[in-house]
């Protein structure tokens, strides 16, 4: 690959439209050979997944701009960029009709709101051609099946109108038509989340079956979103579909930064120093085999704002994710942890997101986290003979990590009580205070975790133990190494904290053991917290500490004990 082109040096922060971007000398770095490697391919219907904010809707209006016969005779917008060094392409530009829309804004928390919400979109593309229906070119039934289509048209209606939008086009210019269709899936994760998901894929299959199978108008597709929808709940017609995620090969450098282009970015912008940090911040991303893709939006934020931050974990509420991790299994926590303390795990599942299965599959959680970002595949490695891939993922960066505690101390933040209240009680070994507030916090929050959808598993409390307790106590791993489940003496601890300095005698490390109340065991809750620090004695949880020299004085032993939203710690 050749240097980086990069243009600009006014940061346009949200510019989604290539022309204005261009236009206005915004900052821009040259993605155009996005545009060759999808012609070239000669797909019918290409769907590119990749996680939000990371250039979808951008490349898809360069691709409107660079095809669209509505940007006839407007090389100047891709004068100095890598597609127009080829003389075939420049002969390309501007000579088709092209159909551009967009589902961003399809967020209706109701089957009815979200199907008129998708009409009002159709409406607005057939208003760009009102005028070449007003002309001379189109026959009488043309005239009246544009005026079919309106706000109130029919379910059929609509599901057909692009297809029809498309045989005007094609008849009027005598060339078959490019169809680009952005974020095709969040209505799709509006409808899972509220409810609404059977009606809605229903209604969008055959709109995508009409408009991408049986369109004898159709030139070439795109669709871009952030999962892969399984073909089985929407693509179940269109075998002419080329699906490209996060781990294919194709397209890997089109969308997101490369670490050569972050780097020539940072060059430009007189931040040649800052580099290594912006590396640890942003770095990470990974599309097929290629490494070190950076996310844009949080570029071109630093490059304009020049403070690190997670720019682009704020963008979303991440609501869905932490709905998922919240309730998930104990397992699922426990992985969670494992990536949180700087490691890697191991999992099974296929890309293809079947959102009605996200409740009690959690191989489509981890589908889910690795498609929007949330996680980094390693290395993919296939086994047995079906080469069944087992993908090795981490967490991608140190902004990626930072979204997560902030949605686990969000868990908290439907409490009155001050959850950091009882991290200092903790450190501070104010048994009092720890009682108090875990009571107060546990009142307000046991309630928002899942506690019976897996009623074999409520005996064991990491089924939400460990995440609730991990949402407590992340703050502290600037100075203490958290770790839970693992083996230590003639058992597995619950969770312990290592002092990351093991020579500052301020620290204590402490080892905690959860127990739930069985009556048929405990006569009362103290029965149990007794219980539970007699397991810690008993199963000699103190070994690794003591082979890390922490000597007995130093360690502190707290057992707490469940019965439904009440707590009781002992020491």
């Keep these: 690959m050749g240097k980086p082109i990069i243009t600009g040096k006014n940061v346009g922060i949200g510019k989604q439209n290539y022309a204005s971007l261009r236009e206005n000398e915004c900052f821009y770095v040259d993605k155009t050979s996005f545009i060759k490697e999808w012609w070239d391919s000669k797909d019918d219907v ?6 939000r904010r990371f250039g979808k809707t951008l490349n898809m209006s360069m691709l409107n701009c660079f095809f669209s016969n509505q940007y006839a005779g407007r090389g100047d917008l891709f004068e100095g960029m890598s597609v127009w060094q080829d003389e075939e392409y420049r002969k390309l530009q501007g000579t088709y009709p092209v159909i551009f829309l967009s589902f961003a804004d399809v967020k209706q928390n109701n089957y009815i ?3 008129a919400k998708v009409k009002n979109i159709i409406v607005d593309v057939y208003a760009q051609y009102e005028k070449l229906y007003l002309g001379d070119g189109m026959t009488p039934l043309q005239k009246q099946q544009y005026y079919s289509v309106n706000s109130e048209m029919s379910d059929v209606t609509a599901q057909d109108s692009l297809k029809m939008l498309a045989s005007h086009l094609s008849n009027y210019y005598g060339k078959n038509v490019i169809i680009l269709l952005d974020e095709y899936d969040t209505p799709m994760q509006e409808a899972y989340i509220h409810g609404y998901w059977d009606e809605f894929t229903s209604f969008l299959r055959s709109m995508f079956n009409s408009t991408f199978k049986t369109n004898p108008y159709l030139e070439r597709a795109v669709m871009t979103g952030i999962t892969r929808v399984s073909k089985e709940s929407m693509f179940s017609d269109l ?5 490209v995620t996060t781990t294919s090969d194709e397209y890997s450098t089109s969308f997101g930064f490369t670490e050569d282009e972050v780097f020539a970015s940072l060059d430009k912008f007189g931040l040649s120093d800052r580099k290594e940090q912006v590396k640890q911040w942003y770095d990470g991303f990974t599309f097929g085999s290629q490494k070190d893709i950076y996310n844009p939006w949080s570029i071109i934020n630093y490059l304009d704002k020049k403070q690190l931050k997670p720019y682009w974990a704020s963008t979303s509420s991440n609501g869905l994710v932490s709905k998922l991790l919240q309730t998930a299994s104990s397992d699922m926590k426990l992985h969670m942890e494992e990536l949180l303390n700087g490691g890697s795990i191991v999992v099974n599942f296929d890309e293809q997101i079947v ?6 599959n959690e191989s489509a959680v981890w589908s889910l986290l690795v498609a929007g970002g949330y996680l980094k595949v390693d290395e993919v490695e296939y086994r047995g003979e079906t080469l069944e891939p087992w993908y090795h993922v981490s967490i991608t960066n140190v902004e990626t990590k930072s979204m997560y505690y902030s949605m686990f101390k969000g868990w908290f933040g439907r409490t009155n009580a001050n959850y950091n209240e009882f991290v200092r009680a903790l450190m501070k070994g104010s048994l009092k205070e720890m009682n108090i507030f875990m009571n107060h916090v546990a009142a307000a929050t046991f309630s928002f975790f899942d506690t019976g959808t897996h009623p074999s598993e409520i005996s064991q409390p990491e089924k939400f133990y460990h995440g609730f307790v991990l949402g407590l106590i992340s703050e502290l791993r600037d100075t203490y190494e958290i770790k839970s489940n693992r083996e230590s003496g003639y058992g597995r601890y619950d969770v312990m904290l290592i ?15 959860f127990k739930v109340h069985e009556a048929d065991e405990e006569k009362t809750l103290s ?7 007699k397991q ?4 000699n949880y103190d070994a690794e500490l003591t082979a890390r020299g922490i000597g007995a004085e130093r360690i502190k032993h707290y057992g707490f004990a469940f019965e439904g939203k ?4 002992m020491e």
């Design 527 to 533: 029965d149990t917290a007794q219980a539970a620090l």
């Design 355 to 360: 959102f009605n299965q996200l409740d009690s």
């Design 499 to 513: 002092p990351l300095d093991l020579r500052d005698s301020r620290l204590n490390a402490i080892v905690l053991e």
């Design 536 to 539: 810690i004695e008993d199963k």
């Design 566 to 569: 009440k707590v009781l710690i």
């Design 46 to 51: 290409t769907l590119i997944t990749r996680p």
């Design 113 to 115: 709101d979200a199907v």
């Design 239 to 243: 075998n002419n579909l080329n699906v």
